[in-house]
């Protein structure tokens, strides 16, 4: 068979290759009003704001410079020069921010994987809180060969401090495994709650439901909950790497008037909390920017510049286009249109939420309550997911699963062998009709039947 002609590495990924193929599918078969192929509820794109981005980068021109190799593979200086003004004005960082603490990659995908390449070694543990973003197990393993770990929330609120006991005893789980971990990634804001980590109130189902994310919880405090990472992270001597790219996507909606402003790690004092060595960014082009094909990412190390050399290094394989540097360059220096930009983005936001949670509401769909950050909702289908589905050797209670994800190799978790079968014949139900969701297994939903969708 042609797969004995693989490495070991190649061989280890070919499942997610297969994965993948599905994802393909639904990306070369978009919504057109005319065609209607399919419909994508499950792929974290912004449309709300493509023409007017199309129009400003129309207007831009196209140097002999810009088909040169440029300034080298891990940024220009221009856009590092631009990134780190942006990151000031906005970001509010307690410390300046410059351009040498910047690598620029072709997206925050590549930007992870360099980031665990440089942190990790082949086998490591990263520790993720459940639900996570799907894409995070294939970004730390098929090249890094670090391990995910995923830690659950056990009926805490996944955005509150009790979250971090979880992660202990997770992180001691895995080291009396023999695993060895050596960082956290927090997505802040959330991927796919759609939470920030500023005085969310906690996680509830609409209307009131029994579920794990509806069990109260204190009201999670932004700086408070982060600093406890740092906290744990520092006891641990382990890596804090916060992916934000979803900062500037915050919304205020009739019925969430009381959400608040995004806090980046960088706005907080790490004195006496953490060494400020293991602190790390990750920002992008794709969500804020609403320009995921034009590939862009970026790692902010303030206080590690071996981290900031050794992915500069590697930084040729992900090598970001002259071209999309020149166009992410031009959006951060015109405040004028970025400040419009994100207030108009903010507004459509809001708008698509809305629109989404009130057909929710009138179909009697329960989804998770306070949303304000990125194009997720939080959907639950359990109760559309009927009890007549066979499943083979029903009598044990739980099952190994190989849980392969689009773009994911294959990891074994333990479910309920009923629950799992549940969730993969509602995607595959919602394939077949052309609609694509993104499914609760794939996100390692703690709940099979609940999942992400997307209100762009």
């Known amino acids: 068979m042609s797969e004995r002609t693989l490495s070991k590495r190649g061989q280890e990924n070919l499942p997610a290759g297969e994965a993948f193929e599905k994802f393909i599918e639904v990306l070369t078969n978009t919504y057109d009003k005319e065609m209607l192929p399919s419909i994508s509820l499950g792929v974290a794109e ?29 940024g220009s200086r221009a856009l590092r020069t631009a990134l780190s003004s942006f990151f000031n004005d906005y970001f509010k960082p307690i410390e300046k921010v410059l351009p040498e603490q910047l690598v620029v990659a072709g997206g925050v995908t590549s930007i992870i994987d360099l980031i665990v390449f440089a942190v990790a070694d082949e086998g490591d543990g990263i520790l993720i809180g459940r639900p996570l973003y799907t894409s995070f197990a294939n970004d730390i393993k098929s090249r890094a060969g670090a391990k995910l770990c995923p830690v659950s929330s056990d009926g805490r609120d996944p955005m509150s401090e009790g979250m971090v006991e979880q992660f202990q005893k997770e992180l001691v789980k895995r080291e009396k495994e023999g695993t060895r971990v050596r960082a956290i990634i927090l997505a802040s804001p959330h991927n796919p ?38 906290r744990f992270c520092q006891r641990h001597g382990i890596h804090f790497i916060s992916d934000e790219i979803y900062a500037m996507s915050i919304y205020h909606t009739p019925t969430n008037t009381s959400a608040t402003p995004f806090t980046s790690v960088l706005a907080i004092d790490t004195s006496n909390l953490i060494d400020a ?110 009890g007549d589905i066979v499943v083979a050797d029903e009598g044990k209670e739980e099952m190994e699963v190989e849980a392969v994800a689009v773009g994911r190799p294959s990891q074994v978790y333990r479910t309920s062998r009923k629950a799992k079968a549940r969730d993969g014949w509602f995607f595959e139900k919602m394939i077949k009709a052309k609609v694509f969701v993104a499914s609760g297994n794939a996100f390692f939903a703690e709940e099979h039947g609940c999942g992400p969708e997307y209100a762009t």
């Open 193 to 230: 709650l759609g939470k920030c980590y500023v005085r969310v109130p906690p996680a509830k189902v609409h209307p009131s439901h029994h579920s794990s994310l509806t069990k109260p919880s204190p009201q999670a405090q932004s700086v408070e909950t982060l600093k406890a990472y740092m």
């Open 46 to 74: 912004n449309g709300l704001m493509h023409e007017e981005l199309a129009s400003f980068y129309s207007k831009l021109n196209i140097t002999p410079r810009l088909l040169t190799y440029g300034d080298g593979p891990s």
């Open 277 to 386: 060595n293991l602190v790390h960014v990750l920002y992008g082009m794709s969500k804020d920017f609403s320009s995921n094909g034009l590939r862009a990412g970026v790692l902010l190390s303030q206080r590690n510049p071996s981290v900031i050399r050794t992915l500069k290094s590697i930084a040729m394989f992900s090598w970001p286009a002259s071209v999309t540097e020149h166009y992410w360059t031009a959006l951060l220096d015109n405040r004028a249109f970025l400040d419009g930009y994100f207030a108009e983005n903010s507004r459509r936001l809001a708008a698509g939420h809305a629109r989404l949670t009130g057909f929710l509401q009138s179909q009697g769909v329960r989804w998770v309550e306070g949303s304000n950050a990125g194009f997720f909702v939080w959907v639950d289908f359990r109760a559309l997911l009927g």
